[in-house]
């Protein structure tokens, strides 16, 4: 039996191959992602971000339970903080997802940073396609921190949930970060800390200070994962957000806008998978560095140089 | 007189007008930064990187100070967490950094978000060669976080230093971001806090765990930025670093891959904005969208087809 017509079975063995196939880049994981891609598009992707220490893990964990307890079939992807030159992601976050009851039938991936800009959220957007097609119809991502990699996670999602803790200065820091223009739902969590209805007050300021181009007032939920206080009403306002966007039809816009950048990527992608290959081999750029050094080029007209070369092939 | 003289003239407001020229890649900036990178070369570049709160804006102010009393000419850029949706750089760290007693003659560079990954991190490298060859022979890049995009502003450092402060769980957190990996020298800074001599403990015992590689033993400095604690120590790690550097020859290493990354990237940036002109308008992408969203095509296909298109014309 292929390794296909297994996944197609539902062998979960199987997705992990296939997502370790698509996730290193082996040969022909583009042609797999064509086939995967097609049996799929029922997933809804929920996007859990916010600073270290929020905890994201245990929300996503409580929340990916309760999606799972209202029928539906569960993926969680934690996208780990890791060092771009050691290229694996550590075993902490992973190890907290564990206490999803695994009877819930939840399924755990967590990827790490492949060392290279923009490289991680290709990834993470490739590995959805294999979880879209394997069945599951809704996705948790956990991202740490809010770095432009993040960012770009987050911009697959369909509704996003940022999550704080209370202390000083925080609602500060998310809107310096850019967490406010991002944010479907706020969880104030951790809550039963001094100085959370503090935080939730100056979110709503905040938010109400920002010019509202939306029908969507975003919900400020102060919760407890770990005590489990106040998940029922997040949760709520997670399925309240995906029947907005599905009614407005903002869902099919957000979609064909998130198609169009996947498109745009594949070509860059497959752009500098061919340079590398016959333009940029080891001893075209150190001749070229050499002649930078040299101060007989700049990179600039250098880089411009290789450009017409390719183009024009002179 | 020209902008270009004035700038040579040594004028403050040339410097800037070029850099916000190259910043905001307006027409002709490649040619600007080709002309600009063969009269620069002696630039030493220092990151101070770390999590939020860890006092980085103070750590460089001290520093900068310090170089300039040596007789350094110093540059400090701040890299603004923000929006990729606003865009803007926030006036926070700016407005810190303003305590740098303006008769040292540091100038100050903010700069913000390009709105897409790789662009800062770009357009940093780029106002570097600015500054360079404009006859400042010290810089500081201030980043905020530890995402890849300041890890490939960081890439571009001679000498990383990496701002920590006393909290529980830190040092962990400072190892799973990566950040032992990049640091040349760390800044245990507010060691006026409990847990100061716990913190550098830990750092020691873990950088002590790591495979040594090198002949550089990173210091662990304990700082207090505000009240001007230790910053002699750590500014003398900062020369010594140098020297390390210079006498190995690894500088020189450095500086070719930077420049390998750097050729690579301006070649890559050609093509993107010549797909963006020929192939990739508005009309196309809105055609392959919808074909995709009927089911007839994938974002894979689409995206290899349109490379064969750029590639071969067919």
């Known amino acids: 039996m292929s390794l296909y017509t297994e996944f197609q079975g539902g062998s979960e063995v199987a997705l992990s191959k296939i997502i370790s196939h698509i996730e290193n880049r082996r040969e022909g994981y583009q042609e797999v992602l064509s086939r995967l891609y097609r049996t799929g598009g029922r997933m809804y992707r929920i996007g859990i971000t916010g600073p270290p220490g929020a905890g994201k893990s245990s929300l996503v964990n409580r929340l990916a339970g309760l999606a799972a307890e209202a029928g539906h079939r569960v993926a969680v992807i934690c996208v780990d903080p890791s060092s771009p030159f050691t290229g694996g992601a550590l075993l902490g976050d992973r190890l907290r997802m564990q206490d999803i009851p695994l009877d819930k039938g939840v399924f755990i991936r967590s990827m790490g940073s492949r060392g290279s800009t923009g490289g991680l959220a290709a990834a993470t957007s490739n590995v959805t396609v294999a979880l879209d097609a394997f069945g599951f119809d809704t996705l948790f991502i956990e991202t740490v921190g809010v770095g432009q990699m993040e960012l770009d996670i987050i911009d697959a999602c369909d509704t996003v949930v940022v999550a704080l803790v209370p202390e ?34 100056d979110l709503q300021s905040a938010m109400e200070m920002k010019a509202v181009h939306s029908e969507w007032i975003v919900p400020i939920v102060a919760t407890q994962a770990t005590a ?46 061919d340079i590398d290959r016959t333009l940029l081999n080891g001893a075209v750029l150190d001749d070229i560095v050499g002649r930078i050094m040299r101060g007989e080029d700049d990179p600039y007209s250098a880089g411009q140089a290789l450009f017409r070369q390719y183009k024009f092939g002179s």
């Open 168 to 201: 000083s200065g925080d609602a500060i820091q998310a809107l310096k970060a850019g967490l406010m223009e991002i944010a479907d739902i706020f969880a104030v969590n951790k809550a039963d800390r001094a100085g959370s209805d503090q935080m939730v007050y």
């Open 228 to 273: 489990n206080v106040n998940l029922d009403e997040l949760y709520r306002h997670l399925t309240a957000h995906k029947a907005y966007l599905e009614k407005t039809g903002l869902l099919a816009q957000k979609r064909a806008e998130q198609l169009k950048k996947k498109v745009e990527r594949v070509l860059v992608k497959s752009i500098q998978r």
